[in-house]
């Protein structure tokens, strides 16, 4: 869990509360979310290499990649398309790692039948 987050009332209220850049872990959060908020925005970072945003529409948003998968970049550098190529392809691998990790986390897929 990052630093940013958003919590809200259910059911048509608008009370909203956002912290940015703000540590989660303390009192007052655990009080908003005892006083029945629930989050609807919740900053992640997944094994140190990406960063993002996950709201409670299941989207991910702000997919960023981190200091190590920057550094992987930069020795891959070479033409503006062989840099976009590159940027691409790594941004594919490690997505398609971070998914299973991110339904996993929630709790698995359900099963249809």
Same mark, same amino acid.
């Given at each position: ?57 299941? =989207?991910?948003? #702000? %997919?960023?990649?981190?200091? *190590? ?7 891959? /550098? $070479? ?14 691998? =490690?997505?398609? #790692? %971070?998914?299973?990790?991110? *339904? ?7 099963? /249809? $039948?």
């Amino acid at each position: 869990i990052d630093r940013d987050c958003e919590l809200r009332l259910p059911a048509g209220e608008h009370a909203t509360v956002r912290y940015v850049r703000h540590d989660l872990s303390g009192d007052e959060v655990r009080q908003h979310l005892a006083n029945g908020k629930q989050p609807t925005r919740l900053a992640l970072t997944w094994a140190d290499r990406l960063s993002f945003v996950f709201t409670d529409t299941l =989207e991910i948003k #702000r %997919l960023a990649f981190l200091d *190590v998968l920057e550094d992987e970049l930069q020795q891959q /550098a $070479g033409s503006a398309d062989e840099s976009f190529d590159a940027s691409f392809a790594l941004m594919a691998g =490690e997505f398609s #790692r %971070l998914l299973p990790d991110l *339904v996993a986390a929630l709790g698995g897929e359900v099963d /249809a $039948g």
